[in-house]
């Protein structure tokens, strides 16, 4: 019998993990009237066990051409021209949310580069975008 349980222990903690996961699912940016990049993110929660996914974070960080392409993941990056973070716990398994991020600054010029990333736990999704 002792057997048996030691056998399905590892199945039986697997199963009260409760993987959480907040997907990427697009990144819209664009620019407002008063000249701020802003970008929609759309994310979406999902939970193993139908529960909130926890807290989560969606930033964007700006850079100068060819500083940051290739880097892994980070909260902060050395060389960042501005960044926004919002940081929330409102999703549960299946819900969908666009994150609106509005840059902090008017200068910033067509074409440049940008991470947007979600931060769960230590865990990131990322994508990369430009200026528009």
Do not use: K
């Amino acid at each position: 019998m002792r057997r048996i349980a030691l056998a399905l222990a590892p199945f039986v903690l697997a199963a009260c993990e409760r993987p959480s996961q907040v997907l990427l699912l697009g990144a819209n940016p664009y620019r407002d009237a008063d000249g701020r990049v802003v970008v929609d993110v759309d994310v979406e929660g999902v939970e193993q066990s139908g529960g909130s996914v926890g807290l989560y974070c969606v930033s964007v960080h700006w850079f100068p051409p060819g500083v940051f392409r290739g880097q892994p993941a980070a909260h902060r990056y050395f060389g960042e021209v501005d960044h926004v973070v919002l940081c929330a716990t409102d999703l549960g398994d299946g819900d969908r949310r666009t994150v609106r991020l509005p840059s902090t600054r008017t200068d910033l010029p067509p074409g440049m580069p940008a991470r947007v990333q979600i931060r769960l736990d230590r865990a990131y999704t990322t994508q990369e975008i430009d200026a528009p």
